[in-house]
């Protein structure tokens, strides 16, 4: 397809149970973000990577959240032992190159709901 | 850290008329970019506009302008002649200069302000 494309689009899961969550990105898009966005909350930043290089992590809440994309193109979120608070929509962005010239395309999101 | 505050949960307009959202930030950086982003119930982030804070002419997209006010750190997106699909939620975004250093190219968001506009 020619947008960003985020499965699954829906994920229940128990608390303590893992999960991944999958993006693949617009074909050639060099930078992938990851966002976390809590119920009536705006985005909140998780990770970027540029290729297959994570360059910035600093927005993962916990060391039970992990992100990788080990040749460049899909990149999955993963989430270890979830909790209640991990409940919100997960969004992925992709860009053609790096900075505010080049925009950030959104997928529709992955909503994840921990019960 | 930089952060943005969409001080209006709700807003309403009716078809065909102008409406402003508002967005302040707070930054110690000199050099930055700002964002509207429109997220519809499909949940599509969308760009609207973009403003380089180092350019003084506010941006304009056909019906969406803003009025950047950079010694206010104040960011309003004004939508003329309303339309029904442009009933989603707004969002001010912020984003570092390429050379700032740090983590220079991730966005950082308002809350968000719920826009709807009646027929």
């Known amino acids: 397809g020619a947008g960003v494309s985020q499965s699954p689009r829906y994920k229940v899961a128990k608390r303590g149970q893992d999960v991944a969550l999958r993006c693949d990105p617009i074909?050639?898009?060099?930078?992938l973000f990851w966002y976390q966005q809590a119920l009536g909350q705006g985005p909140e930043f998780l990770t970027y990577?540029?290729?297959?290089?994570?360059l910035d992590k600093s927005g993962l809440p916990s060391d039970r959240f992990f992100a990788e994309r080990p040749e460049g193109s899909v990149s999955t979120l993963k989430i270890q032992r979830t909790q209640q608070e991990d409940s919100a929509v997960y969004l992925c962005?992709?860009?053609w190159g790096q900075g505010p010239n080049q925009p950030q395309h959104f997928g529709d999101g992955t909503r994840l709901s921990i019960l | 850290a930089q952060t943005v505050t969409q001080s209006q949960p709700e807003m309403s307009v009716q078809e065909a008329e102008t409406v402003t959202l508002s967005c302040t930030y707070d930054?110690?950086?000199?050099?930055?970019?700002l964002f509207w982003y429109k997220q519809p119930p499909s949940r599509q982030m969308i760009l609207v506009i973009r403003?380089?804070?180092?350019?003084?002419q506010n941006a304009t997209e056909n019906r969406f302008s803003v009025n950047f006010q950079k010694a206010a750190k104040s960011f309003s997106l004004k939508i003329s002649d309303s339309q029904l699909g442009d009933t989603a939620m707004y969002f001010c975004?912020?984003?570092?200069?390429?050379?700032?250093?740090?983590?220079?190219?991730?966005?950082?968001f308002g809350k968000g302000t719920l826009l709807t506009v009646n027929p």
């Open positions: 930054t110690s950086e000199s050099n930055y970019y």
């Open positions: 990577f540029q290729n297959e290089a994570q």
């Open positions: 403003q380089e804070a180092y350019k003084q």
């Open positions: 074909s050639g898009h060099v930078s």
């Open positions: 962005a992709s860009s």
């Open positions: 975004a912020f984003m570092k200069h390429a050379y700032s250093g740090g983590s220079n190219y991730k966005l950082t």
